[in-house]
Nanobody
Framework: QVQLVESGGGLVQPGGSLRLSCAAS????????MGWYRQAPGKQRELVAA???????NYADSVKGRFTISRDNAKNTVYLQMNSLQPEDTAVYYC??????????WGQGTQVTVSS
């Protein structure tokens, strides 16, 4: 069983920054993709950014140039550095782990609110 624990959400003013962390524990394949998704009220969950165990990254167009995803394989942890935050970034952010084989895992979500 794999558990994902997210941290780092909160309230920030427009133009501010936050850093999200997601630590995975349990039986984790060394080959996997870890990513961040978000879901705003009344909207579908969408990909924000993802990173493979080899370091390849993928970003939503809406966050390119503002958000940076990274991971520490030794700690089974993925990070999302969010800069120049805007009100439209307000959402619950979820961490996802997709192993090379087997089912995906999701964290419980962390709220990010961008408001003045």
């Amino acid at each position: 069983q794999v558990q994902l624990v997210e941290s780092g959400g909160g309230l920030v003013q427009p133009g501010g920054s936050l850093r999200l962390s997601c630590a995975a524990s349990g039986s984790i394949s060394s080959i996997n993709i870890m990513g961040w998704y978000r879901q705003a009220p009344g909207k579908q969950r969408e990909l924000v950014a993802a990173v493979g165990s080899g370091g390849a990254t993928n970003y939503a167009d809406s966050v390119k140039g503002r958000f940076t995803i990274s991971r520490d394989n030794a700690k089974n942890t993925v990070y999302l550095q969010m800069n120049s935050l805007q009100p439209e970034d307000t959402a619950v952010y979820y961490c996802r782990l997709l192993p090379r084989l087997g089912s995906e895992y999701w964290g419980q979500g962390t709220q990010v609110t961008v408001s003045s």
